[in-house]
């Protein structure tokens, strides 16, 4: 079977993840969350005293880059592989809401950012991979024969991040989460070194009003062409 490389990019919050998963477990593909090695990279900058609601310092974390190490490990129990960070499993602590509120000024270093798109890069060197994230497109698998791009309401993202967030027990705020979901969108859609970008030849789907089902139809529907297309 002619396996293809899948780019899904788009805004925080807009279940890129989530569809991601959904078709490498359809197709048997590889699954990369490069969010989540953004996610990695900030929490290290916490738990290292970093990075503060009014001080990051930038040059300490570019400095201590090389003592960072991400990886992924494939957990049965829940179909994915989850992400550790120098060793150690830090799928639940990446997914705060703190976290959140930084990942954007982590990622827009362009010293972080050539760090990982490397690994990334290397990661999907043998096609058959699908990666979300914000650069996938555009810049880390520019040739990739599948590019979409996940977009849907600030409001609409907002509440299923406080759904989410509600549901594993965090006590959260819904203006707070709202807020950060425009910041992140502000921020990523800015910043200098591969901001957030529609890649021309993206095909865009807004999911404000589609159901988990209905877009994971679609996107098969793409899938299925684009292999036609490739054979």
């Known amino acids: ?30 699954y990369v969350d490069t969010g989540a090695m953004y996610r990695a990279v900030t929490l290290y900058a916490m738990q290292n005293d970093l990075i503060h609601k009014d ?14 190490e991400i990886t992924f490990k494939y957990n049965e ?8 960070l120098n060793g150690t499993n830090v799928e639940k602590k990446i997914r705060t809401l703190e976290v959140s509120s930084f990942v954007s000024k982590v990622a827009a270093i362009s010293e972080v950012r050539s ?9 999907g060197k043998d096609k058959g991979v699908v990666m979300d994230g914000r650069d996938i497109g555009t810049v880390v698998f520019p040739n990739a024969e ?5 977009t849907a309401s600030a409001e609409t993202r907002a509440k299923r991040r406080f759904k989410e967030l509600i549901d594993r027990g965090d006590t959260v705020i819904y203006e707070n989460v709202l ?28 999911n404000s009003n589609l159901s988990l089902e209905e877009q994971l139809e679609k996107v098969l529907q793409l899938v299925s062409m684009t292999l036609e297309d490739t054979e």
């Open 55 to 68: 001080d990051f310092n930038v040059e300490a974390l570019i400095y201590q880059l090389n003592k960072i």
């Open 179 to 206: 807020k950060n979901v425009q910041e992140r969108d502000h921020l990523d859609s800015t910043r200098k070194d591969s901001p957030l970008l529609k890649a021309n030849d993206a095909i865009e789907i807004d």
């Open 1 to 30: 079977m002619n396996h293809i490389t899948i780019a899904i990019d788009g805004y925080s919050s807009t279940g890129k993840s989530t569809i991601a998963k959904q078709i490498a477990n359809h197709l048997g593909y590889v």
């Open 115 to 123: 760090k990982l798109v490397a690994i990334q890069k290397q990661m």
């Open 146 to 150: 599948l590019k979409i791009f996940m």
């Open 77 to 84: 129990d829940i179909g994915f592989a989850e992400v550790y």
